[in-house]
């Protein structure tokens, strides 16, 4: 269902949901410590308890079209994630990370963490 290698535009989705939340420079900081960070793997139960999140609603068409891939035996590349001071940061693959819970809570999603 994942792969281990993150296309080069998630980098950029990451970055682009990073600037939201910190100044321009940390987080191309945090891209670049993403890019070498390795794949840890995580269930995707305790990623949405750390990340203190909603699940997304399992009729989202982005969500929908992630277990579609899934059932396909399509892979997704891993979700990206930021340590913060209260709350772990879904930086990249949310939707996905939402798709995979709906496949099972106890699924082990290839994460890079920072």
Request: aromatic content about 8%.
């Amino acid at each position: 269902m994942f792969c281990h290698t993150p296309a080069d535009d998630d980098y950029d989705s990451a970055r682009n949901y990073l600037e939201l939340l910190f100044p321009e420079e940390k987080a191309a900081e945090l891209v670049e410590q993403l890019k070498k960070a390795e794949i840890k793997l995580k269930k995707a139960k305790d990623i949405m308890r750390a990340s203190r999140l909603d699940l997304l609603p399992m009729d989202n068409q982005f969500v929908q079209y992630d277990i579609h891939k899934a059932r396909r035996k399509e892979l997704m590349g891993p979700i990206m994630l930021v340590r913060g001071n209260e709350r772990l940061i879904i930086a990249d693959g949310f939707h996905r990370m939402c798709a995979a819970y709906y496949l099972g809570e106890e699924i082990e999603i290839p994460c890079l963490i920072v």
